[in-house]
């Protein structure tokens, strides 16, 4: 167990609908990632927050936009969703400073139909 | 833009002989790398990692080697089990920029078979 949290594990939603993922980093942690796995693909990485603040971006769609509250949990929604957009989508965290490992969650299955 | 490159998607080896996973990275800034390993419909783990100021670091069964002008990195995994059976994902990242980012490889499966 990593001590990163994710919700929910399995989702099943429509094309067009919008869906929201949710993230609780590991107890300390500042920063939160997310990343996507499709088929055949490695981990894209999406985006990453520091303590609230956005601070790199990666292959984001514009569809998607993420947030990390006072809390540090972080939210990642989905939107316009595309049959494309089946993937796992992971959240990592780690405490900067700590040699840059970070620790992922198990991850949120979406599957779009 | 893949910086960090593996080249190799699959790999087969016997149970209790050496798993040789290598990988490339073309950007010389990368000061920081780590080995992941992941099992189906989990999250990837850490394994294992080591520092640009270092070429080898050691932890159990498994090392990681590091050639700085080749810029290139292996893992060994002496003896294999078929317990290691997973994807293994190369990881690096520019400590001094982007608090933390890590640049992913593809994956490289590997088979321990008996």
């Known amino acids: 167990d990593s001590g990163v949290t994710q919700t929910p594990k399995h989702l099943i939603t429509a094309t067009g609908q919008r869906v929201t993922l949710r993230c609780s980093p590991r107890?300390?942690?500042?920063?939160v990632y997310w990343y996507q796995q499709s088929l055949d693909q490695g981990l894209q990485f999406l985006i990453q927050?520091?303590?609230?603040?956005?601070?790199a971006k990666g292959n984001i769609l514009e569809r998607f936009s993420a947030q990390q509250f006072p809390d540090l949990h972080s939210e990642l929604n989905l939107s316009s969703l595309e049959l494309g957009d089946s993937a796992l989508y992971f959240c990592?965290?780690?405490?900067?400073?700590?040699?840059?490992?970070?620790?992922f969650g198990e991850g949120s299955w979406l599957t779009v139909v | 833009d893949q910086q960090v490159k593996q080249n190799s998607p699959s790999l087969s080896v016997q149970e209790g002989r050496i798993s040789i996973l290598n990988c490339d990275y073309t950007?010389?800034?990368?000061?920081?790398f780590l080995w992941y390993k992941k099992y189906p419909a989990e999250g990837p783990t850490f394994l294992i990692s080591?520092?640009?100021?270092?070429d080898k670091n050691e932890d159990g069964r498994f090392t990681v080697f590091l050639n700085k002008s080749a810029k290139h990195l292996s893992l060994h995994i002496v003896p294999s089990q078929p317990g290691d059976s997973a994807v293994y994902f190369c990881?690096?990242?520019?400590?001094?920029?982007?608090?933390?980012?890590?640049?992913f490889g593809r994956g490289t499966q590997l088979t321990v078979w008996p």
């Open positions: 080591i520092s640009s100021i270092k």
């Open positions: 990881a690096a990242s520019d400590r001094g920029s982007t608090l933390g980012r890590l640049y």
């Open positions: 107890s300390g942690d500042l920063s």
């Open positions: 990592a965290s780690s405490v900067v400073g700590a040699g840059n490992t970070i620790y």
């Open positions: 950007n010389s800034m990368f000061d920081y």
């Open positions: 927050y520091y303590n609230g603040e956005e601070r």
